[in-house]
Structure formats: structure tokens, C-alpha cells
């Protein structure tokens, strides 16, 4: 209770006091330590970038709820320093925790691009993730990609088409469309299957996705595309 109301102080107020709630990231309730970790996360910026490492600690922590709240709290961290620590965040996709998982996708993304395609090799990693929304965060977080480096993730993204969920047929579609116009028309074909997915979202993205092709390319496939009329 005691670290919960520290959370309501403003965040310069709290950062007077940080030390302090430090020392709860090692209390024997996890309860506790969750606390500590989310009033952490409420610092100014500089702040807790001085106490990422210990932060870091607690990514390894017995409670899922604790790891899930450190993944939170580096989330937020400024693009130089969570690349810093991209790698521990790395870690996490990994994690036994499905939400624990989901949420290192999710702060991966918030990394620069450069940052990001460095990573690149570990999110396609989570595209056979177990959990649907895992793979949905993993193409979403792809198609943040510089050009070059979504292009060279292509192909692993028309294999997320045939997904057996349309929330992550239809984040494909939508990272396909992101492509520069060469290598969408290149994977035109599969993206045209797409015309008859059971999900009208997805059959919608794939016409809007078909519209960015050049005309020449465009052309080839009018007749599927006709169809859905």
C-alpha cells in the first residue's frame, strides 16, 4: 500500500523517493514487488534510465506479473537507452508467460528502425508463437521495418496468410503492403488468395494491398479483383 501511494506522487516528487521503492523490488510478495516495479516506471525519463539495470534485474523474476510489468517499465525508456537494453527484452520473447511475451514484442517496436532490424531475426522467431496475439504483435512489429530489411522478411510474412487467425492474416496483408512496389508485385499471388479469406477484413486489406501494385502489375490481377465486386 505504502509503495501505491508513492505512485500518486508527480513524477519529479517520486523521483526524490526512488531509491526507496528500489529496495521493494526485492520484497518476498510478489504484490509488492509489481508495485514497485509499475511506480518506477512513472519517473521522468532521466530517471529511470539511471535505475533501467536494476529494472532489468527483475525480468527474471518468479512472478510473470513482475517480469510483465519490467517489460512495461524499459518500454518507456528513451530509444538510446532501450536499445541498450533491447537485448534483455530479447529474452523475453521466450518468456513462459504469454502476456510476458507479448509485451517484449510490443516494446521491441518502440525501438528506432536501425534498432529494430538488428532484432529482426528474434520477432520472426514469434510468428509460430503459440498465442495468436503474439504473432499478430510480430508481424505488426515487422512491418515497422526499413524497407530493405521487410523486404528480406517477406517471404516469412506470406507464410502468416495462411494463419488460423484473420487478426494475423489480416497484420500480414498489411505488412505485405508496406513492400516497395517490385517485391509486392513479386508476392501479388498469395496476397490475390487473399480475395477469398473467410474474414472481410482481410479480404478488404487485400484489395487495398493489390491497389498499391503498379498499373502494369495491377492489370494482371483485375480479373480477381473484378470479382470482388
Known sequence: AAVEA?????????????????????????????????????LPANALEAHAAVIVGKLEDSSSSVRYAAVEALAKLPAEALAAHAPAIVGKLEDSSSWVRYAAVEALAKLPAEALAAHAAAI????EDSD?????????????????????????????????????????????????????????????????????????AAVEALAKLPAEALAAHAPAIVGKL
Open 132 to 204: 495468436s496475439d503474439v504473432r499478430q504483435a510480430a508481424v505488426e512489429v515487422l512491418a515497422k521495418l526499413p524497407a530493405n530489411a521487410l523486404e528480406a522478411h517477406a517471404a516469412v510474412i506470406v507464410g502468416k496468410l495462411e494463419d488460423s487467425s484473420s487478426s494475423v492474416r489480416y497484420a500480414a496483408v498489411e505488412a505485405l503492403a508496406k513492400l516497395p512496389a517490385e517485391a509486392l508485385a513479386a508476392h501479388a499471388p498469395a496476397i490475390v488468395g487473399k480475395l477469398e479469406d473467410s474474414s472481410s477484413w482481410v479480404r478488404y
Open 6 to 42: 508513492l505512485a500518486k506522487l508527480p513524477a519529479e516528487a517520486l523521483a526524490a523517493h526512488a531509491a526507496a521503492i528500489v529496495g521493494k523490488l526485492e520484497d518476498s510478495d510478489s504484490d509488492v514487488r509489481q508495485a514497485a516495479v509499475e511506480v518506477l516506471a512513472k
Open 124 to 127: 520472426v522467431g514469434k510468428l
